[in-house]
T-cell receptor
Framework: DAGITQSPRHKVTETGTPVTLRCHQTENHRYMYWYRQDPGHGLRLIHYSYGVKDTDKGEVSDGYSVSRSKTEDFLLTLESATSSQTSVYFC???????????FGQGTRLTVV | SQQGEEDPQALSIQEGENATMNCSYKTSINNLQWYRQNSGRGLVHLILIRSNEREKHSGRLRVTLDTSKKSSSLLITASRAADTASYFCATDGDNYGQNFVFGPGTRLSVLP
């Protein structure tokens, strides 16, 4: 899977708790992305990074924050989880919108 | 808002038949990509077509792009049961092409 690992793969958490998802790459790609996938919506961009400490918001960034302190790691934090954040989260890496992206296997998050 | 919209939402065909999926988008693009997602897995890149290209082939896949109509089509010839998956188109996003915007996808079922 192109040297990209997401952890955890599954998580159940309670409403109001903070949650951090990790994306780790071994490919040295500049760009890293976090998407969420929900039925009927396809994939929607949450945040992306174009370098260490360089991040930007996507379409559905409210309630999420990210950090990238190293090239290989991109963390997604749900500051206070809500039931509407129950989803499958995908990390992707690549060279920007003009090249292909490589996706992780996804993290299934359930907020109860 | 989503840039790409696939059509149809779901398609069911017999093994050996051809499958055609369409994607429409709203704003100008530099490139358009197609991805496949098997159930429970991450997305896999299939093909990228640039805005100055009209047609591209990769094995049993043929992609066309009509920038005047803001549309693309993906043709899978001689389909196999293993082609059963969801197919997504993605365009380079608004932010200087740094990210990808996905449509909601077409669910293809190939019956043996």
């Amino acid at each position: 899977d192109a040297g990209i690992t997401q952890s955890p793969r599954h998580k159940v958490t309670e409403t109001g708790t903070p949650v951090t998802l990790r994306c780790h790459q071994t490919e040295n790609h500049r760009y890293m992305y976090w998407y969420r996938q929900d039925p009927g919506h396809g994939l929607r961009l949450i945040h992306y990074s174009y370098g260490v400490k360089d991040t930007d918001k996507g379409e559905v960034s409210d309630g999420y924050s990210v950090s990238r302190s190293k090239t290989e790691d991109f963390l997604l934090t749900l500051e206070s989880a809500t039931s509407s954040q129950t989803s499958v989260y995908f990390c992707a890496i690549g060279g920007g919108g003009n090249t292909e992206a490589f996706f992780g296997q996804g993290t299934r998050l359930t907020v109860v | 808002s989503q840039q790409g919209e696939e059509d149809p939402q779901a398609l069911s065909i017999q093994e050996g038949e051809n499958a055609t999926m369409n994607c429409s988008y709203k704003t100008s693009i530099n490139n358009l990509q197609w991805y496949r997602q098997n159930s429970g897995r991450g997305l896999v890149h299939l093909i990228l077509i640039r805005s100055n290209e009209r047609e591209k082939h990769s094995g049993r896949l043929r992609v066309t792009l009509d920038t005047s109509k803001k549309s693309s089509s993906l043709l899978i010839t001689a389909s196999r049961a293993a082609d059963t998956a969801s197919y997504f188109c993605a365009t380079d996003g608004d932010n200087y092409g740094q990210n990808f915007v996905f449509g909601p996808g077409t669910r293809l079922s190939v019956l043996p």
